[in-house]
């Protein structure tokens, strides 16, 4: 498993052309993100093709913060969230009902539209305002619903190739430049006929091997690796803004039921405890006014 390749995303260029892109491996990184809850193989799989095309996607952010993908659906997947960092940390969580067929394709689980739909929210850390993208989710696999997105709201060519097998998740991106000329369409044309055979790339040895393979008779930079892994920015401050948040009354009322207040992160998977006097200690007494 241990290649050169895992856990990197290398960011590339074409020289004679107005085309650019990223690909992508996620080792390590997806199989700590679905070892964190009891998953169905079909369902690891879309997960991983997800993963792919958020960090690719959230490698071109321009500010800290993150990117977070949502597919909401209305048949057997109800929620798959993926979040990605601008540092490249990486995360998600799903829910579903009822059987997950190994090979199932994203429409099979998500459903026909309307219904279902895709949410893409740019989260700034600064406290700048949230951007938020929502799109029916159209197209049979997950790339295809990207493309889709991405040809709606960013007005940008996309290709997106995604692909999860034996314990990883891999991805080519590829972008025509808004500013690109009619020689540069020809090239264009080239690449993106080259991921519609870009299987090849999955056994690649490293970024290198995958760029010559996908794109032999072009002049292609790689710039330097950076590398995505698995990272949960859950904590226990954030749960205790979370039961603030569900009010005193409610936490009581777990209180009186079970003794203590415990909360489970849906990313993760790790466990918050609070007993009853750190609960209640969440919702101080109002102060009393002073009177001069
Ligand atoms: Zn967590």
Not at 76 to 94: K, N
Request: charged share 25%; glycine share 8%.
């Amino acid at each position: 498993m241990g290649t050169a390749f895992a856990d990197q995303l290398t960011r590339f260029v074409f020289e004679r052309a107005a085309v650019r892109g990223a690909v992508v491996s996620l080792d390590t990184a997806y199989r700590d993100i679905v070892a964190c809850h009891p998953y169905p193989p079909g369902l690891q799989r879309l997960m991983g093709e997800t993963l792919a095309a958020v960090c690719l996607l959230a490698n071109a952010l321009k500010f800290e913060g993150s990117l977070v993908l949502q597919f909401q659906g209305a048949a057997t997947l109800r929620l798959l969230v993926v979040e990605c960092s601008s540092t490249l940390e990486l995360r998600a969580t799903a829910q579903w009902e009822g059987e997950v067929a190994d090979e199932a394709r994203l429409v099979d689980l998500a459903g026909e539209d309307p219904g279902s739909r895709m949410v893409l929210t740019l989260d700034p850390k600064d406290g700048s305002p949230l951007y938020q993208g929502v799109v029916a989710l159209q197209g049979e696999s997950v790339a295809a619903s990207f493309e889709h997105y991405l040809a709606k709201s960013e007005q940008i060519d996309s290709r997106l190739w995604l692909r999860t097998a034996g314990g990883r998740a891999r991805g080519v991106l590829l972008q025509r430049m808004p500013a690109s000329t009619e020689a540069d369409g020809a090239t264009w044309r080239r690449a993106s006929a080259a991921m519609d055979r870009a299987p090849s790339t999955f056994d690649a040895a490293d970024a290198h091997a995958a760029l010559t393979v996908l794109f032999p008779a072009d002049d292609v930079r790689a710039f330097r690796p950076r590398h995505p892994r698995f990272g949960c920015s859950c904590s226990r401050a954030r749960v205790a803004a979370a039961l603030r948040l569900m009010g005193s009354a409610e936490v009581d009322s777990i209180l009186a039921e079970r003794g203590t207040v415990g909360v489970d992160c849906e990313f993760c998977n790790r466990r918050y405890e609070f007993d009853a006097a750190e609960a209640r200690g969440l919702f101080p007494e109002p102060p009393t006014a002073v009177v001069h």
